[in-house]
T-cell receptor, first 112, second 112 residues
Framework: EPEVTQTPSHQVTQMGQEVILRCVPI?????FYWYRQILGQKVEFLVS????????KSEIFDDQFSVERPDGSNFTLKIRSTKLEDSAMYFC??????????FGQGTRLTVV | RKEVEQDPGPFNVPEGATVAFNCTYS??????FFWYRQDCRKEPKLLMS???SGNEDGRFTAQLNRASQYISLLIRDSKLSDSATYLC?????????????FGGGTRVLVKP
């Protein structure tokens, strides 16, 4: 069964450093997303990406964040100058069309 | 008002019993609706889509009431493995970047 894969599964970084979270969406999917979930809180939308551009982003997704699809398979989230409050589980997701999405297993980011 | 609201629970359910819970959404432009399941520290997994006519998948029944803007999930003959957090999710379609908006989740604990 096709799945969304994310690497690394856990990333520890020092405050102020840059991190890149990587995702390989399901191959025939057209929409790609990043969500985050702070421990004990709800899943929050960050950004959606369609046709090689951002189609929607939330208030959380400020200039500190960027996304890229550097080749035909990878989809990355870059967080510049990380802050303690960026510590969360980051989920990548993809969907074939409008509707539901399939989620990767997540990257747990810990900023120290 | 939160866009998607759920009773956080927990709902303590004897094994074999039936449990039902609702979710309300605030945006009448929402186009598609889903229940996801999330186990502790894992990714959300699609449980089922929700249709206006109501739909069933084994022991799970979902209903959508567009007029009152609520969605329900009923679990019959509860199993221990049904213990999880159930996430109500709405999608406002392509105009909103096809993003999924999550409720805070309803925690269900099935006990022997």
């Amino acid at each position: 069964e096709p799945e969304v894969t994310q690497t690394p599964s856990h990333q520890v970084t020092q405050m102020g450093q840059e991190v890149i979270l990587r995702c390989v969406p399901i191959s025939n999917h057209l929409y790609f997303y990043w969500y985050r979930q702070i421990l004990g809180q709800k899943v929050e939308f960050l950004v959606s990406f369609y046709n090689n551009e951002i189609s929607e982003k939330s208030e959380i997704f400020d200039d500190q964040f960027s996304v890229e699809r550097p080749d035909g398979s990878n989809f990355t989230l870059k967080i510049r100058s990380t802050k303690l409050e960026d510590s969360a589980m980051y989920f990548c997701a993809s969907s074939e069309a409008q509707g539901s999405a399939f989620f990767g297993q997540g990257t747990r980011l810990t900023v120290v | 008002r939160k866009e998607v609201e759920q009773d956080p629970g927990p709902f303590n359910v004897p094994e074999g019993a039936t449990v039902a819970f609702n979710c309300t959404y605030s945006n009448s432009a929402s186009q598609s609706f889903f229940w996801y399941r999330q186990d502790c520290r894992k990714e959300p997994k699609l449980l089922m889509s929700v249709y206006s006519s109501g739909n069933e998948d084994g022991r799970f029944t979902a209903q959508l009431n567009r007029a009152s803007q609520y969605i329900s999930l009923l679990i019959r003959d509860s199993k221990l493995s049904d213990s999880a957090t159930y996430l109500c999710v709405v999608n406002r379609g392509k105009a909103a970047g096809n993003k999924l908006t999550f409720g805070g989740g309803t925690r269900v604990l099935v006990k022997p």
